[in-house]
Structures are given as C-alpha cells and as structure tokens.
C-alpha cells in the first residue's frame, strides 16, 4: 500500500458552532475547530470542509451529499445515517467515529483513514478507494457493491457479514481482518492478500475437500 497522506490540519484553529461556521449564502466552512455540540437535521448539497476539525459532534441524520472534503479530521463523533452520496474526500480521517449506516456511494476517497470506527452497515456502492485504511474498525454487514479500489488496507478489522458483490478483491490486505462469513464472488478473491486460516476458509467456501495422505 502507497504512503498515506495525513490532513493537513493545523493544531489550533478558531473554535466555533456549526452554526456559526456556515451560511448558507457561502456553503463552505474552513480554517475552523467544532466541538461539543450537536448538528440537526440539514440537507445541504454542495457543501465544502477545508482544513476543519471536528471533534464529539454529534451528526443527526445529516444530508452532505455532493460535499467536499480536504483536510479534515473527524474525532469522537456520531454520525446517525449520515448520507455522504456523491462526495469527494480528499486527506480525511474519521477517528474513533459511529458511522452506522451511512452512505458513501457514488464518491471518491483518496488518502482517507478510518480507525477505531463503527461503521456498521455503511454502504461504498459503486464509489472509489484510492489509498484508503481502515484500522481496528468494525464493519459488520458493510456493503462494497461495484467498488473500485486501489491501495487498500483493512487492519485487524471486524468484516463480518460484509459483501464485496461485483468488486474485486485484488491486492486488497484483509489478511490481519476477521470474518465468521463474507460475501464475496470467486473470481474476485483473486490476488486478495488474506492469513493461511483465512485461505483455509475460502477453500470451504468454494466446496474443496482438504484430506491428509
């Protein structure tokens, strides 16, 4: 996996309120620190994040579709099905975050980490990953439909039940990841990166029969 650009964020910023961060004549927010607060419901499209931190913001149902992201760090926060449909990330880090059930499809990820997330039933349908980690995180039934990847690193994640339907696998790390099931299309395991037990398992998957002689 290629290096991973950090965000380039600053350890002090001005500290305000979403609220007083964004109009809605000039949809851009920059240059700023918001913490500790809660955000309502919104749909605001187009949206633009430079250099922003954000951390123990609690997302209510927030509609950021077609939103730009770079440089931005999200730290403690919640996200309650937050839809991020159509966005570009660019140098973003989402740490120790709850993203149960958000959407990511249709975007573009590149330099993004997320470590030490929930992220339970989020959905990258038909987005792409360049240089994207996900560290200690859980992503139990999360959905990859059509996903087009490179330079991707699932460390020592919890992938249970998550499906990679129609997305290749190839020279994508799940080899330090844990899974009871996957789902996964044969051809598309081909130059995935996986553990011995985890070669084992997907040789029951296919059907093989291991005997000793």
Known sequence: MKKRVE???PKHLDQQTFDESFDADEPYVEYVEISNCVVPLYEIKRLEFKTVRFVNVQFESINLEEGYFRDVIFEKCQFVNAVFSHAIFNQVTFKECRLNGSLFNDSKLEHV???DCVMDLSTFGFSSLKIVEFAHSRLTE???LETKWTDILFKECLLNGSRFSRTSLNGVDISTSTFDT????LDALKGAIVSQSQSLDFLDLIGLEIRDV
């Open 182 to 185: 996957l789902s996964v299309e």
């Open 7 to 9: 965000p380039q964020v």
């Open 142 to 144: 999360a959905d990859f």
């Open 113 to 115: 980490l997320f470590e």
